[in-house]
């Protein structure tokens, strides 16, 4: 993948526009291991196969929903923290796949699901990792594509 600025101005407008929270390229320290999930996961198939997952922090995924309902994380129900979660997954996939392939081009996505654990790389597909942090909350972004 080249000219990968465009991942991070999507991820950045995506929180910035949808949840408030300033998001920056980069680890804010050592390396964190995100560990067993949920990750949001994103599959889709056109202009080409791949898929996306992204790791958020407790804390993130409690920010997020705040920032979308207006309201304390814990006066939500479930359904909404996972929805506003999915929700952030589907415009971030979209922006994502539009500075990927272009305008023009038609992209067909999966509906966006949470996993508990990162997917192993799918035969014929290379994982490129991007890291993100918000203050000292580390997030991953995983994509997977067809190698080239």
């Known amino acids: 993948m080249s000219g990968q600025e465009f991942i991070a101005d999507a991820v950045r407008l995506t929180f910035e526009e949808m949840a408030f929270l300033d998001v920056a390229p980069?680890?804010?320290?050592?390396?964190?291991?995100p560990g067993p999930g949920p990750?949001?996961?994103l599959t889709y198939t056109q202009p080409q196969t791949g898929s996306l997952g992204l790791f958020l922090p407790k804390e993130v995924k409690f920010a997020?929903?705040?920032?979308?309902?207006?309201?304390?994380?814990?006066?939500l129900l479930p359904g909404q923290l996972d929805d506003s979660l999915l929700e952030l997954m589907n415009v971030l996939a979209g922006?994502?796949?539009t500075g990927r392939f272009g305008t023009g081009s038609a992209s067909?996505?999966?509906l966006p699901t949470l996993l508990y654990d990162p997917r192993e790389t799918?035969?014929?597909?290379?994982?490129?990792r991007f890291e993100f942090h918000i203050d000292e909350k580390e997030l991953t972004l995983l994509w997977y594509e067809v190698q080239s």
């Open 64 to 75: 997020v929903a705040e920032g979308i309902y207006g309201d304390s994380w814990n006066s």
């Open 95 to 97: 922006r994502l796949l």
């Open 122 to 128: 799918p035969p014929g597909m290379q994982c490129s």
């Open 26 to 33: 980069g680890r804010a320290g050592d390396e964190a291991d």
């Open 39 to 41: 990750w949001l996961f």
């Open 108 to 110: 067909v996505m999966g």
